[in-house]
């Protein structure tokens, strides 16, 4: 028996009416400039993850239209965001001397608790979790904006979620302002295991299990 449709009816239009051509690593970098108004993504951008995972995306992971205009939109972001992160970075070098100590990290498998240990250990007197959306938009997007204009589209996304897929909060609960993992910040340099456990991505996989993940753990140092 074939399963039914769940998708919304827009989702369903849209992917019935629209044609989404295949992701391109020189579009998605032009847009996130064009949007950002800034250009250089720091010396430490690894372009050959982004172009790893363009590769695995258009060629395994089977997108309609609507897909691949929401895995544009969140790559464009994270590109979005290391162009911002880095502009401040530049003007202002000092925070990269900024010590936060101590820190926790908990380490385990996808599906084995490890997130419900995370905000358990977050409600410690005294502890202070990355919230989610720190996670999303870890830098200050424009001179005059204020964390209200990130928590505002962090919410947006979590409305969104709920939208197009009301069951994900019983896999993984996401609040715009309680603590999410940091697996999101290493999303920035696009070594992420994130990617497997929302797209069919296994030549991706693969090789981000043979990379050193030290380089993406450096740059979620800095951030």
């Known amino acids: 028996m074939l399963q039914a449709d769940r998708r919304p009816r827009a989702v369903r239009a849209f992917n019935f009416f629209v044609r989404s051509p295949a992701l391109a690593a020189d579009a998605l970098l032009q847009r996130a ?6 250009r250089d993504f720091g010396p430490d951008f690894n372009e050959e993850a982004l172009q790893v995972l363009l590769r695995s995306i258009n060629e395994e992971a089977k997108l309609h239209p609507f897909g691949r205009l929401m895995v544009r939109e969140k790559l ?6 290391r162009l ?4 401040w970075w530049k003007k202002y070098p ?7 100590l101590p820190i926790l990290l908990i380490t385990g498998l996808q599906r084995t608790g490890t997130t419900r240990m995370q905000r358990l250990l977050s409600r410690q007197p005294g502890a202070r979790p990355l919230l989610s959306w720190e996670a999303l938009y870890p830098a200050p997007v424009g001179v005059r904006e204020e964390n209200r204009t990130r928590i505002a589209r962090t919410r947006r996304n979590e409305r969104a ?6 069951t994900f909060h019983a896999i993984h609960p996401i609040y715009h302002d309680q603590p999410e993992e940091d697996v999101l910040l290493l999303d920035q340099h696009f070594m992420s295991s994130t990617t497997e456990a929302i797209l069919h991505t296994p030549s991706y996989a693969s090789w981000l299990e043979g990379r050193d993940p030290a380089e993406a753990y450096a740059y979620e140092k800095k951030l």
């Open 33 to 38: 400039r064009r949007r950002a108004g800034l």
């Open 76 to 81: 464009s972001g994270q590109l979005e965001n």
């Open 84 to 87: 911002w992160a880095n502009h």
């Open 94 to 100: 000092e925070i990269l001397d900024l010590e936060v």
């Open 161 to 166: 979620v709920k939208w197009l897929s009301p």
